[in-house]
């Protein structure tokens, strides 16, 4: 049993480790006009770093146990992570079209500030809509999730002290 304590734990720390780089990272994004191609790799170092802190114990620990204890507490966590992972991916739906559109007008390496980046695709403020939906409701999911998860851990490991 203290085995399986200390691997939770590690896996607690790792995911509640995460949100500090989703944040950062966030606010690099958000800080920034315009965003050039060194900030969107600045953006994507911290985002990255904040996916594996949360991917890897998820992956490793969380996923293969799941069967094995799926009811109440831990049927809900899992359903908001896969959520939280569902609007990731909706979120790639939009990030990956802006990309190519912008790398197309060379506006990473050489931004123009006249131009409103509406202007240069006629879906664009759908994508951009697929990136903001997608990256708030991964956000609200993952919260929900960690919350849940770490009321798991509570309830699993009474006798482990914080």
Not at 96 to 114: F, G, M, T, W
Not at 123 to 138: S, T
């Amino acid at each position: 049993m203290v085995e399986d304590v200390a691997v939770a734990t590690l896996a607690a720390a790792l995911v509640t480790l995460s949100f500090p780089f989703y944040i950062y990272g966030a606010w690099i994004i958000i800080d920034a006009d315009p965003v050039t191609w060194g900030v969107l790799r600045h953006h994507l170092s911290y985002i990255i770093v904040g996916l594996t802190l949360n991917t890897v114990p998820v992956v490793t620990w969380m996923a293969p146990r799941l069967l094995g204890q799926l009811g109440g507490f831990a049927a809900l966590h899992a359903f908001f992570g896969v959520q939280a992972y569902a609007f990731l991916v909706f979120a790639l739906t939009g990030i990956v079209p802006i990309l190519r559109a912008k790398r197309q007008y060379n506006l990473y390496n050489d931004p123009e500030p006249s131009l409103e980046i509406d202007d240069i695709h006629e879906n664009m403020g759908a994508w951009r809509l697929r990136l903001r939906a997608g990256v708030a409701g991964y956000v609200l999911c993952w919260l929900v999730a960690w919350v849940l998860g770490l009321a798991r851990y509570v309830i699993r490991y009474p006798e482990f002290p914080f």
